[in-house]
């Protein structure tokens, strides 16, 4: 049985993560109340400058979302790592595995103290069976961070061929 006090505590954690999502861009299309619902799903992690949040190759079906601080992103390649990018609050990483379950394809590495919300693939589904259009709503999101990202990715291309 919960008791007052435990259901008062569990619902003021919710509304500080709701605080800090809020203050995000990511959270910038949802409603308070959309918001507030999102943080019932969520995982934070800390992660200390220096901490591997992710390893490239590793199987895990879940999206970060970076709340404080910045990630730096490195692709393994000959004998070394390659920084591909720093994401910084807002950004978010992992929309691929979320969606296909595929092993990481990079690393991420904090690159000062940070905070991520993660939302495995179970909590969206169930997310998504709770709130139906607010489900929805992440994921038209997620479909339009992934075209972005292959956007940017096509015009690299595109410049690297014609170097």
């Not at 500080?16 to 409603?31: G, H, M, N, P, R």
């Not at 609050?89 to 979320?98: I, K, V």
């Not at 997620?142 to 990715?153: A, F, N, P, V």
């Amino acid at each position: 049985m919960v008791t007052i006090s435990e259901d008062k505590l569990s619902i003021e954690k919710y509304v500080k993560y709701a605080q800090v999502l809020e203050k995000t861009k990511w959270a910038s299309d949802f409603s308070w109340e959309d918001i507030r619902k999102i943080c019932y799903y969520i995982h934070p992690v800390s992660a200390k400058n220096g901490a591997v949040v992710f390893k490239e190759g590793e199987k895990e079906e879940s999206l970060g979302i970076i709340v404080k601080g910045a990630i730096d992103i490195y692709k393994q390649g000959d004998n070394k790592n390659k920084k591909l990018a720093t994401l910084k609050s807002s950004q978010t990483f992992g929309e691929m595995a979320l969606l296909d379950g595929e092993p990481r394809s990079a690393t991420g590495i904090a690159a000062q103290d940070s905070i991520i919300f993660f939302i495995s693939k179970d909590s969206l589904i169930n997310l998504s069976n709770d709130h139906p259009k607010l489900g929805f709503q992440i994921l038209w999101k997620i479909s339009k961070l992934i075209s972005q990202h292959l956007r940017k990715t096509t015009g690299q291309l595109v410049d690297y061929m014609e170097a």
